[in-house]
């Protein structure tokens, strides 16, 4: 039961269920799903070899998206071949790959696991456990294995399929990286992060080697930077979009418009690296005052401690990485919005997403004042534009930015380890300053999630939005709904 939940929380956790989201446009709290899994390839004929009408056909079919069309006619060239005793292994062999491709691309997970196992167990008996021909039906076998669920059959087939190619084509073959997706997933819900993390760290070493710091590597950087977010850890997608951003500004220039997305992105990655430790930030930010103490009950309340006013002057590493990513976050923004001013041809809505940005950094990072009035300026270049679309997107309701996570249970009873697995939905008033008030549980999942009530509407109170705006400025929310997972924020 225990290993259950914890396997659970992993994948929930990993696929994306957040604990902050610096979020725009998308709702905080969302899962993001994971990057598409490539689907496996068919074999097409050696140059100058000839291929039957049937072949031909299903080559056709398939061209032109009519995969059913295509099954059919790979089903008859593989019986037509199973039944010629003399059929060459090899042919046989890619007529089931192709069968094999064609059944996934219809949903017919089950048939192309078959026909997949058909090729590798046809290849394995004329050949070696390193036959380089077995690499594509296991990729295929692997990507198959995945899309039905079988995860653990999946991970160890891709594994194999990897080991193969390395042994056969180097062992910084782009080639062993080209079902990743597939592999990322399986061993996610198979509980395996750390393999899934240093697959990332492995796949974009080597296309950094193959393609060097060129523009090209930039799809690789972008897929890579995703996963980091997938599996929650925004300080090794930060560091991966910071290539980015040097291979934009190598070459379209530091100024350039070009460039503004990848600050943004940048920024946003520093920013939500804050996330399970943005309370103490905001404490940290604050240091210069007297001394701020928190309070669980009353937030951040003004009480003088010498002895914690002397650990903020001198803070801990983590606590400087703080410090330095709050204010990378907010240079790389400013530094959009600077490039976005200096082109009069930005159109309206990019510029107030910019400053949107800032102030939903402002906002969770506790500069209430700074933030109102980056959304002020956000909210009338979209007014005087007449983008009511982009209003209604950015400022039409109150957006949550940060929730408080919930705290790892020190607790090895099921029943409790369950209860933190679900999520409830609850209804307050937001306030035009973003915060929670009125807060009220309207439902909790499962029933062992109910005896965390009052700790979920606790929690749900530190909850910071960026509020709704009206034109006469922002406005109090009434009866807003929120979706909050229970997931305990993830150790570090």
Same mark, same amino acid.
């Given at each position: 039961?225990?290993? +259950?939940?914890?396997?659970?929380?992993?994948?929930?956790?990993?696929?994306?269920?957040?604990?902050?989201?610096?979020?725009?446009?998308?709702?905080?709290?969302?899962?993001?799903?994971?990057?598409?899994?490539?689907?496996?390839?068919?074999?097409?004929?050696?140059?100058?070899?000839?291929?039957?009408?049937?072949?031909?056909?299903?080559?056709?079919?398939?061209?032109?998206?009519?995969?059913? *069309?295509?099954?059919?006619?790979?089903?008859?060239?593989?019986?037509?071949?199973?039944?010629?005793?003399?059929?060459?292994?090899?042919?046989?062999?890619?007529?089931?790959?192709?069968?094999?491709?064609?059944?996934?691309?219809?949903?017919?997970?089950?048939?192309?696991?078959?026909?997949?196992?058909?090729?590798?167990?046809?290849?394995?008996?004329?050949?070696?456990?390193?036959?380089?021909?077995?690499?594509?039906?296991?990729?295929?076998?692997?990507?198959?294995?995945?899309?039905?669920?079988?995860?653990?059959?999946?991970?160890?087939?891709?594994?194999?399929?990897?080991?193969?190619?390395?042994?056969?084509?180097?062992?910084?073959?782009?080639?062993?990286?080209?079902?990743?997706?597939?592999?990322?997933?399986?061993?996610? %819900?198979?509980?395996?992060?750390?393999?899934?993390?240093?697959?990332?760290?492995?796949?974009?070493?080597?296309? *950094?080697?193959?393609?060097?710091?060129?523009?090209?590597?930039?799809?690789?950087?972008?897929?890579?930077?995703?996963?980091?977010?997938?599996?929650?850890?925004?300080?090794?997608?930060?560091?991966?979009?910071?290539?980015? %951003?040097?291979?934009?500004?190598?070459?379209?220039?530091?100024?350039?418009?070009?460039v503004v997305d990848a600050y943004r992105e940048l920024a946003q990655a520093y920013d939500r690296s804050l996330g399970p430790e943005l309370d103490k930030l905001r404490l940290l930010?604050?240091?210069?005052?007297?001394?701020?103490?928190?309070?669980?009950?009353?937030?951040?309340?003004?009480?003088?401690?010498?002895?914690?006013?002397?650990?903020?002057?001198?803070?801990?590493?983590?606590?400087?990485?703080?410090?330095?990513?709050?204010?990378?976050?907010?240079?790389?923004?400013k530094k959009a919005l600077r490039i976005q001013e200096d082109h009069p041809d930005t159109p309206p809505a990019e510029m107030a997403l910019t400053e949107t940005l800032i102030g939903?950094?402002?906002?969770?990072?506790?500069?209430?004042?700074?933030?109102?009035?980056?959304?002020?300026?956000?909210?009338?270049?979209?007014?005087?534009?007449?983008?009511?679309?982009?209003?209604?997107?950015?400022?039409?309701?109150?957006?949550?930015?940060?929730?408080?996570?919930?705290?790892?249970?020190?607790?090895?009873?099921?029943?409790v380890l369950i209860a933190y697995s679900g999520a409830a939905q609850l209804k307050m008033t937001v306030t035009k300053t973003g915060k929670a008030r009125d807060v009220e549980l309207?439902?909790?999942?499962?029933?062992?999630?109910?005896?965390?009530?009052?700790?979920? %509407?606790?929690?749900?109170?530190?909850?910071?939005?960026?509020?709704?705006? +009206?034109?006469?400025?922002?406005?109090?929310?009434?009866?807003?709904?929120?979706?909050?997972?229970?997931?305990?924020?993830?150790?570090?």
């Open positions: 039961m225990i290993d +259950s939940y914890f396997k659970t929380g992993l994948i929930r956790r990993a696929l994306g269920t957040a604990v902050l989201l610096f979020a725009l446009p998308a709702q905080a709290f969302e899962q993001e799903p994971p990057p598409a899994v490539r689907p496996p390839a068919l074999i097409e004929p050696a140059a100058g070899a000839e291929s039957g009408p049937r072949e031909q056909a299903m080559f056709r079919n398939a061209a032109r998206g009519s995969y059913a *069309e295509a099954a059919a006619d790979a089903q008859a060239l593989v019986a037509a071949l199973s039944a010629k005793p003399l059929t060459p292994t090899q042919q046989l062999a890619d007529a089931l790959n192709n069968l094999g491709a064609l059944q996934y691309r219809n949903d017919d997970f089950a048939g192309a696991i078959t026909s997949y196992q058909k090729a590798v167990d046809l290849l394995s008996d004329s050949g070696s456990f390193r036959n380089p021909l077995l690499a594509t039906p296991l990729f295929g076998l692997g990507v198959s294995l995945t899309a039905a669920g079988e995860h653990a059959a999946a991970v160890d087939t891709l594994r194999r399929a990897i080991f193969i190619t390395r042994a056969d084509r180097g062992l910084q073959s782009t080639d062993q990286l080209q079902h990743d997706n597939a592999l990322m997933q399986s061993l996610l %819900v198979t509980g395996k992060l750390e393999e899934a993390l240093e697959r990332q760290k492995v796949r974009l070493t080597i296309m *950094e080697q193959a393609l060097g710091k060129t523009p090209e590597l930039i799809p690789a950087i972008d897929e890579a930077s995703h996963w980091y977010r997938v599996l929650q850890q925004y300080e090794d997608a930060a560091q991966t979009l910071e290539k980015k %951003v040097e291979i934009l500004e190598a070459e379209h220039g530091e100024k350039s418009i070009a930010m604050r240091r210069d005052d007297s001394a701020f103490a928190f309070s669980s009950n009353r937030g951040f309340s003004a009480i003088p401690n010498r002895r914690l006013q002397e650990e903020l002057d001198q803070p801990t590493p983590r606590e400087q990485k703080m410090l330095d990513y709050e204010r990378y976050a907010l240079s790389h923004l939903d950094h402002y906002q969770a990072t506790g500069s209430t004042r700074n933030a109102r009035r980056y959304y002020k300026r956000a909210y009338k270049r979209l007014q005087k534009a007449g983008d009511t679309a982009t209003i209604d997107k950015l400022y039409g309701a109150p957006t949550p930015l940060y929730r408080r996570p919930m705290r790892q249970p020190n607790s090895n009873n099921p029943a309207v439902s909790v999942s499962p029933d062992d999630a109910k005896r965390l009530e009052d700790k979920i %509407v606790r929690n749900a109170r530190k909850t910071i939005f960026r509020p709704q705006f +009206s034109p006469r400025g922002p406005v109090d929310a009434e009866n807003v709904t929120l979706n909050f997972p229970l997931l305990p924020a993830p150790k570090r």
